[in-house]
């Protein structure tokens, strides 16, 4: 554990070495939100890692020349956000970044991929049942007309972000509980031919129920991002219809706004 621990410690402080800290002492934006933000970006850009041992604040203020009060500003800041933990006999130590989607039909699967943040998944549920009102008005499909329903529990860095349940039609392509677990649906989808073109997207928000918080390592009640999206192929016709939810914590829709000339 001892020999672990100064590994991590080595690791975060040649990070440390390698980030610019230079902050704008004559800027009207406090120091200690400079500096949170320069150790935010080098979390989320994985320059630091999830595990990083920072060191005390004594040893960072004279490291970056600042005032204690300063650095424990920042990180405190960043532990609100989740980003940061203190431990007791340890120190401040990096626990993750926050997933950030943009608004794109794209996999989860392959923005965590492509984020660097190692997804893993677990298939819940994998099975036919008939289609409900919803799932049939949503598929373009009769009431009671057989479709597939995936439920799959997304983590990363062995922490758990999403759980996503998915439907389609039982005869658009072989869904076997291993690749589900080792790759994306829409990259399986993709594989097999089919392309996708459009989707129809609405987000929401709500609090977890008992069974959701335990199983995304949250509160009873805590804050849950919710999304609904139907997705359609090149010819028009839906193919997936898809609810999930995803911990508030750690994940966040990311996009741009323009005005409208």
């Known amino acids: 554990m001892a020999k672990t621990r100064g590994s991590a410690r080595a690791a975060s402080a040649s990070a440390l070495d390698s980030l610019d800290f230079a902050l704008d002492r004559g800027s009207p ?3 200690y939100y400079q500096l949170a933000q320069r150790l935010e970006s080098a979390i989320e850009h994985g320059v630091l890692a999830p595990g990083n041992l920072l060191g005390n604040e004594v040893d960072l203020s004279v490291r970056l020349g600042l005032s204690r009060p300063t650095v424990r500003q920042a990180i405190q800041s960043l532990v609100d956000k989740g980003l940061l933990v203190r431990r007791r006999g340890v120190g401040t130590q ?4 926050q997933v950030k989607r943009g608004l794109e039909l794209s996999s989860l699967y392959d923005d965590l991929e492509a984020a660097g943040q190692g997804p893993t998944t677990e298939v819940v549920r994998n099975e036919r049942v008939p289609a ?5 008005a ?3 499909i009769a009431e009671g007309a057989e479709v597939t329903v995936l439920e799959r529990l997304r983590c990363t860095h062995a922490q758990p972000v999403a ?6 039609p039982s005869s658009l392509l072989d869904l076997g509980n291993a690749r589900l677990e080792s790759t994306g649906l829409y990259r399986m989808m993709r594989a097999a031919g089919i392309t996708l073109h459009s989707a129809r997207q609405t987000i929401g928000a709500r609090c977890a129920t008992a069974g959701e918080a335990e199983r995304l390592d949250e509160k009873e009640g805590a804050a849950l991002l ?3 999206r139907t997705a359609y192929d090149d010819t028009g016709r839906p193919v997936e219809y898809g609810t999930h939810i995803y911990r508030a914590s750690r994940y966040a829709f990311d996009f741009q706004l323009l005005v409208r000339p």
Not at 94 to 97: A, D, I, R, T
Not at 132 to 136: E, G, K, L, S
């Open 163 to 168: 759980i996503l349940c998915n439907y389609l």
């Open 132 to 136: 409900t009102a919803d799932v049939a």
């Open 94 to 97: 990096v626990v993750h970044s």
């Open 226 to 228: 919710t999304m609904q």
């Open 138 to 140: 949503a598929l373009g």
């Open 29 to 31: 934006v406090p120091l």
